[in-house]
């Protein structure tokens, strides 16, 4: 018989098969095919195919939008969202409507067009991050976003339409519902407890040890107890902080570190599967209370697909336990 496993932050529900799980060659695993660097608008050489660049790591005495560059920032081509104009809030009879205000940004990651994450030096990865937390901290001066949405596509299933590693940076009028949520539970908590939920949960992982992957000085990399998705994993700061724009100077490098472990364990065991990643922080400019709220980031690989049962009853179904998915990620060394 399988469980039953019900988030602690947000309430929901997830089967857990315990009788009968998959093993890693169980999943058909989906790897990106990658096209001509030549046609590729992201590659070293090709900065006259992109939208000029908002900002850049680059070499001394370089010019922008030149070769030159280690990372660069530019905007979206086809954005979702548009910085330019007024929100006009506004009701047409029961429905709620605004104009499209916003700003989406592409930060191009490397210049090799077949470089992920984990095949970056550490100090290549750092500067990554760095440029996230650049870009979000300018894009919140802006008191028209509340909220900054830092996520990465790898692979078309994952919804990368380019193959060209890069992170989309989205900065919204409003905060998310699935953010509101996990605020509003892990806030709940803390009122009730007063501890955070996330530190409770880091300690808990600690004890237990079954779920970690690996771990340094600053950070913790685990699949969670109620994983969504086979294979998820989260990376979560040890010391309470709930701005990922907020690290202080000695995690960043700590960062870099684990997340090119964690995600070339994840290599390790599946060639190259598909992903997406997402940097759950605070919301900006608002009057939400975070006070039991932390920051982290969450993995999730394209093994398997949501289907009816998903979608209808908000109810996911998970194949290999996570207990036995760090298991296995922890025995691969990258």
């Not at 990643?277 to 608002?286: D, E, W």
Request: charged residues 25%; glycine residues 6%; hydrophobic residues 35%.
């Amino acid at each position: 018989m399988g469980e039953l496993r019900r988030d602690p932050i947000g309430g929901r529900w997830v089967i857990v098969d315990t009788e009968h799980p998959n093993k890693p060659e169980d999943y058909e695993v989906e790897s990106p095919t990658w096209r001509s660097e030549s046609t590729c608008p992201f590659c070293y050489g090709n900065e006259a195919m992109t939208p000029p660049e908002i900002e850049s790591f680059r070499e001394y005495g370089t010019a922008s939008n030149a070769p030159g560059w280690q990372v660069r920032a530019i905007p979206n081509k086809f954005p979702a969202l548009q910085i330019e104009g007024e929100l006009d809030r506004r009701g047409i009879g029961i429905f709620d409507m605004s104009n499209g205000v916003g700003a989406h940004e592409l930060i191009i990651e490397t210049p090799y067009h077949n470089k992920d994450l984990c095949d970056l030096l550490p100090e290549e990865l750092e500067r990554i991050l760095q440029m996230y937390c650049r870009r979000a901290i300018d894009l919140i001066r802006d008191r028209r976003f509340k909220y900054v949405m830092i996520f990465k596509n790898f692979g078309p299933s994952a919804g990368a339409s380019l193959e060209h590693p890069h992170t989309q940076l989205v900065a919204l009028p409003m905060v998310p519902k699935n953010v509101m949520e996990e605020i509003k539970g892990a806030q709940k908590y803390f009122e009730y407890r007063e501890r955070c939920i996330f530190c409770d949960m880091i300690r808990q992982e600690v004890q237990e040890k079954e779920r970690i992957i690996v771990e340094n000085a600053h950070f913790l990399s685990f699949c969670p107890f109620v994983s969504r998705f086979p294979f998820e994993m989260w990376i979560i700061p040890k010391q309470h902080n709930s701005c990922f724009c907020h690290m202080r100077p000695e995690e960043l490098p700590a960062l870099a570190v684990i997340l090119k472990e964690t995600i070339g364990r994840l290599r390790k065991v599946f060639g190259t599967p598909e992903y997406n990643f997402i940097i759950h922080t605070a919301p900006a400019n608002g009057e939400i209370n975070v006070e039991g709220y932390h920051w982290h980031l969450e993995i999730m690989p394209k093994l398997t697909r949501v289907a009816g049962f998903e979608w209808g009853s908000g109810f996911y179904t998970v194949p290999t336990p996570p207990e036995l998915a760090a298991k296995y990620l922890r025995e691969e060394k990258t």
